[in-house]
T-cell receptor, first 113, second 112 residues
Framework: QQQVKQSPQSLIVQKGGISIINCAYE??????FPWYQQFPGKGPALLIA?????SEKKEGRFTISFNKSAKQFSLHIMDSQPGDSATYFC????????????FGKGTHLIIQP | DAGVIQSPRHEVTEMGQEVTLRCKPI?????LFWYRQTMMRGLELLIY????????DSGMPEDRFSAKMPNASFSTLKIQPSEPRDSAVYFC??????????FGPGTRLLVL
């Protein structure tokens, strides 16, 4: 049973455009939702995270939107740059993050110059 | 400040051999996680520790896998005997309480 579903699997965006990646979860016990960025040959690196008491969180060009009733959350990358080309993973966890992460399958993002 | 350190970075071994992966978490962190990444299954949690005590090992594939954390600065993941289907990238991550998990660079394991 896949507890976190991520889409799309791959995404091509023009430089300067907005990249949008979506995730949906099933387990209502999840209460911590991070996004990770991974470059080839590297470990995942935390981009931004949100807890369900807020509907949106913004850090620089990265924004998480969270819809608790729909059990969905999304990552928006504004003014996408070629350096943003990477694989992005959404994840979810219980106990405020003091628990193992359940990851989505990942989105391979390519920003065309 | 050093991040999570993993060794070796690459390991090639033959089926049936014992493999030991090592991890040094970020100093002061009280949680340590082991994950495995494959093309087919993505990133999946194997086991995690809190204050050196295993909390959830439900993701460990089978008895061939074992993990230990003898002290706050060291953990091992052992596979004995190894099989080709164990080929994957193994990540260690650490965190302090309800905060972000920081991942190491991973160990790329190939079992022939």
């Amino acid at each position: 049973q896949q507890q976190v579903k991520q889409s799309p699997q791959s995404l091509i965006v023009q430089k300067g455009g907005i990249s949008i990646i979506n995730c949906a979860y099933e387990n209502t016990a999840f209460d911590y939702f991070p996004w990770y960025q991974q470059f080839p040959g590297k470990g995942p690196a935390l981009l931004i995270a949100i807890r369900p008491d807020v509907s949106e969180k913004k850090e620089g060009r990265f924004t998480i939107s969270f819809n608790k009733s729909a059990k969905q959350f999304s990552l928006h990358i504004m003014d996408s740059q070629p350096g943003d080309s990477a694989t992005y993973f959404c994840a979810a966890s219980r106990r405020g993050g003091a628990d193992g992460l359940t990851f989505g399958k990942g989105t391979h993002l390519i920003i065309q110059p | 400040d050093a991040g999570v350190i993993q060794s070796p970075r690459h390991e090639v071994t033959e089926m049936g051999q014992e493999v030991t992966l090592r991890c040094k978490p970020i100093s002061g962190h009280d949680y340590l996680f082991w994950y495995r990444q494959t093309m087919m299954r993505g990133l999946e949690l194997l086991i995690y520790f809190n204050n050196n005590v295993p909390i959830d090992d439900s993701g460990m594939p089978e008895d061939r896998f074992s993990a230990k954390m003898p002290n706050a600065s060291f953990s091992t993941l052992k596979i004995q005997p190894s099989e080709p289907r164990d080929s994957a990238v193994y990540f260690c991550a650490s965190s302090l309480g309800q905060t972000a998990q920081y991942f190491g660079p991973g160990t790329r394991l190939l079992v022939l």
